[in-house]
């Protein structure tokens, strides 16, 4: 029965108005999915039975041979009744509003916050209070939101400083901090602050040249809450005495109760990536985010202020935000798997997966759930993606496969700066896979690195639980605090590069492009450089063939149906059959809708795995992981851990649409190559982003690029060591780019930087590296900001890691700043025309960051102004590299220092 129908019977219940609508289910027929008729709120019932269910007499139904009102009873008698009737409703109208607002106010109200609105930004702020003003001035809350009417939150900044009253110079700057460091705050959440000093009794500074006075009346700041009292402030500043432990940045505040918000910034999901947004109950827990702001099928996600983490020794993650893949259960949330049913079925979770609820130990901060394939199979966009929509790769021409089964967790690291990580899970490639089409850092870990309590099962044999990230410093940081039982004490890294030949390869011909393949090879030769060993070619299927011993003598023969048997067997076992007896217990019989992939898997599972053929599959793994321990590449090594470190090309820039259409699975993956090894021997995988190569897109008929990227691995448990590994051959100058550039362009950039950088401070070219990462400016969701407003046109900009020193200069960064700008323009401007203002191709800013410390080359590299002992020392080592192993970059380094008249003496 429909709420139409009801409304004619006069009479519609909700949940929060009575207990009674958690008495019954729903009762809704046609083409609605079971699984809705389970939820309550909204009871429906045939007129006639509505009124008995709340407990008054049905309503009347005339019998054939009762009299009629109008024709049998006497006129006389109907006017009274109706003058009755007319005096007894209007008698009981006052009774009927007393009846519904006590009916109102004993409901089950919640506040759910509100979405506010400065300067063109969306916030969620509400719902949860984390702390409450109580001030002595009571009227300051009220003076406060005179400039927000008809607001009952007005923002505000908590301001730790090092003196009771700050002076001007001091609050400028740590305001200044705020806004470069965090992507919350803005100069709205300075109409009101609350100053906290950070030592008791703390002297005001002296050499102010700016009064507080001053500095407040530029940022517009209205209100001064502190906990002790301020003097000496202008009258249009009004001050409040009140006491907040909670930290620094900004916050809402409620007028009427004094409660404190956290701010979270609204983002669109444009690209699909997330489920669910979700934000802490601050009691252990999540909810639900209950706030969007307008978008075409994008959720709406809130990101907390990073100013509230500070990084300490026990959660070195702190302020950190990430999302998790679907399967992984929270608590207060629902898992959907991929699957409506399935997600409506079991409703909210009571406990975290362990391995999400480490992360949140650590510090890291959960922003969401994201999307996965259904179960965590694998699947193509878009018709295998039936019960969810598949979410959009961010790279090429944005109608790329993102891959899976990670895909959400994948894309949305891929597409948005303000998510920092994301958890996946990688049985067969699901983490792998979307690194490589997104050009992430995305690993598969030695299996039974972590807990996977709580977490949707594909197959327990080769399940693991991966990280993404965009920058390898922060993925090897992350996997290094989140995987416990890790040694990473070794002193030295392996000396044997093993370079996969099986089946050909994919390093060059075929699909793969002359740009892939100088990429490729200059990652190498770079790799082999930092090893100090020349790659060796490797085929698993070849050496198997000659140790395997008493095993089957192919390998890929025997392992052909192994994934297969294992995951189909394992995911109906402990998933499938149970879902499937659980929904047809709740819903009279009825089966849930399964996407076709994995209800083919499963189906086949059926047939084909029987438990003689499962017991095979495992005796085959077995083989398989002690052959690849003791005679594969897999061997350990006490100093080193792992004997050798093993190389292939994951992903070479090819595109793979997502609107083409293949052929219907029927069967689970099938096959054994390279990517299969690691799942088999369960050891450690990372796939990283080396480059990118262009194509021609057939969608934006424009060319676009896409990502290379490389799988690493290592002998199982040496997970620690390969997050090593990847920290020290990170690039050196990073340049964000939303306007586009062409090869040529890139090429005479990086040239020209280069050149600038290797004249300013004697460097060799040999250690400067260059990596672009282009960026997509909107006009509706701008991600970044100058002036406290979204800056959309454009945010090209360079960041480079440098080395500091005295000799160094500020003049000399400054410099060399103008020279990268004047190259940056030159690049961009069209061939024999004149240069024209155009501000989309404008370089915002050139940054230098200080670098601690670098390892470059398999040398640490020296401290500025101390290069010539350095090389010196090194010269051997550069000369052995040249001559003897043939590797171009040392030869190219030497004649470099040749033509360098500072450094020629030390070829003598």
Known sequence: MTAAELRQCGLLT????????????????????????????????????????????????????????????????????????????????????????????????VNQG?????????????????????????SSLSLAAAQFPGQDLFPLTIIDTSSNVPSGDELLNLTTAYDSSDDVFQSAFLHAIYLRPSTTNAPARSNSTMSLDSQLSRQGTSLVLSSKEIHGLKSSVVTGVTVLSLPRGPYFVSVHTGNVYKAYRLYDDDHLAFVQGVISDEEGAFTTLPAVTENVMAKSIAVPSRLY???????????????VKDIFHVKGVGTSGGNRAYFYLYGRQNKTAPAVQRLIDLGAVLVGKMGTVQFANGDRPTADWVDLHAPFNPRGDGYQDPSGSSTGPGAGVGAYDWLDLAVGSDTGGSMRGPAGSQGLFGNRPSTGAISLVDVIPLSPVSDTAGMFARSGSLWAKVTQAWYPDFASNYTSYPTTLYRSTARGGAWSGGN??????????????????????????????????????????????MLYLTYGVYVSHDQWQELGKPFFEDYAARFDGRQPYINPGPLARWQWGQVHSTEEVYAQGLHNISLFRSWYETEGYGRHDPESCSEGLYIYPWSVGQPSYRDVYIQARTTPPLGFDDSSVPVMAGAPEVVIPIGEVPYNSTKSLHTEYLPVTMALRMARGCDHHLANLRVYIMPFYQIYHTYPLAQKQRESI???????????????????????????????????FMAGKSHTSNSNRIV????????????????????????????????????????????LMVVFTPMLAIREGGMAIPDAGHEEAWLKQQLPYFKEMSEKHGVKDFTDLLEELKQMESLRGLLI
């Open 14 to 109: 909700i949940g929060t108005m009575s207990s009674l609508a958690d008495s019954q289910n729903v009762t809704l027929r046609g083409n609605k999915d079971h699984y809705l008729r389970s939820q309550p709120g909204i009871r429906t019932r045939p007129c006639g039975e509505v009124g008995a269910a709340l407990g008054t007499k049905r309503r009347y139904s005339p019998k054939p041979d009762s009299p009629s009102f109008d024709k049998e009873w006497p006129a006389s008698y109907r006017r009274r009744v109706i003058i009755l009737m007319f005096l007894i409703v209007r008698r009981m109208r006052s009774f009927a509003f007393i009846l519904a607002s006590f009916r109102l106010a004993s409901a089950n109200y």
């Open 512 to 557: 793969v492009s002359e740009d892939a393949t100088k990429v490729i090879t200059s990652f190498v030769g770079k790799l082999e450089s930092f090893l100090q060993a020349k790659s060796t070619p490797a085929n698993y299927t070849q050496l198997w063939s000659e140790t395997h011993g008493e095993a089957p003598a192919d390998v890929n023969e």
């Open 750 to 784: 990086a040239l020209s930087i280069t050149n600038l950088h290797c004249s300013t401070f004697s460097t060799p070219a040999f250690f400067v590296h260059v990596n672009f990462i282009k960026q997509e400016p909107k006009s509706d969701d701008g991600t970044y």
């Open 309 to 323: 983490y500070t990084e300490t020794e026990e959660q070195p993650l702190a302020g950190l935000r990430f999302g």
């Open 114 to 138: 509100q979405v506010l609105s400065f300067n063109g930004i969306s916030y969620y702020a509400g719902g949860i209070a984390v702390g409450q003003i109580e001030t002595t001035n009571a």
């Open 800 to 843: 480079a890691l440098v080395r500091t020193s005295a000799s160094r200069t500020k003049d000399d960064f400054d410099a060399l700043a103008a020279k990268i700008e004047d190259a940056w323009n030159g690049a961009v401007k069209e061939p024999g025309k004149e240069a024209e203002f155009d501000e989309a191709k404008r370089l």
